[in-house]
């Protein structure tokens, strides 16, 4: 990316899961392979509930050293990115963060870097708890 906008967005958490789903469908009929991923910042790869961790369709967890992270991709409902949203506010910072990426895939490779390198936009949580940034790239 080149550079970027600062795009304040209302303050619900409901309104934040209806863009970032409209975000998903608009990809998918593009026919682009795109998904979100919330780092759980309180969750470590050795905690038990994770075996007993039940995703939705079109969501689930990933692993990346000692990272835990959400997913939900193109085939998620809104009410399971809702829950990633919700899931990725965390008392652990002042910050819960969502980023949105595209022409990249969860099934090969992944990492932190190959998100940041297909990230189109991300979305921070403010320490209020009700406040909500999104920042887009452009490319």
């Known amino acids: 990316?080149?550079?970027g906008l600062?795009?304040?967005?209302p303050n619900t958490?409901?309104?934040?899961?209806?863009y970032l789903y409209r975000q998903l469908i608009v990809?998918?009929?593009r026919g682009d392979q795109a998904f979100l991923v919330a780092p759980d910042e309180l969750a470590s790869p050795l905690d038990p509930w994770l075996s007993r961790y039940h995703p939705a369709?079109?969501?689930g967890l990933l692993v990346?050293?000692?990272?835990?992270?959400?997913?939900?991709?193109v085939s998620a409902s809104i009410s399971a990115v809702e829950s990633i949203v919700r899931r990725a506010r965390s008392l652990a910072?002042?910050?819960s963060l969502i980023v949105f990426a595209r022409d990249g895939s969860l099934d090969k490779d992944w990492s932190p870097a190959l998100v940041a390198s297909k990230t189109r936009f991300f979305i921070?949580?403010?320490y209020d708890g009700e406040s909500f940034l999104l920042v887009k790239f452009v490319v």
Do not use: H, K, N
């Not at 600062?6 to 967005?9: Q, R």
């Not at 958490?13 to 209806?18: F, I, K």
């Not at 990346?64 to 991709?73: D, L, P, T």
């Open 1 to 3: 990316p080149r550079g």
């Open 6 to 9: 600062l795009v304040p967005i």
């Open 13 to 18: 958490l409901s309104v934040v899961a209806r």
């Open 27 to 29: 990809a998918q009929q």
């Open 57 to 59: 369709m079109g969501t």
């Open 64 to 73: 990346w050293q000692e990272e835990v992270y959400f997913y939900a991709r």
């Open 93 to 95: 910072g002042m910050f």
């Open 124 to 126: 921070v949580g403010a």
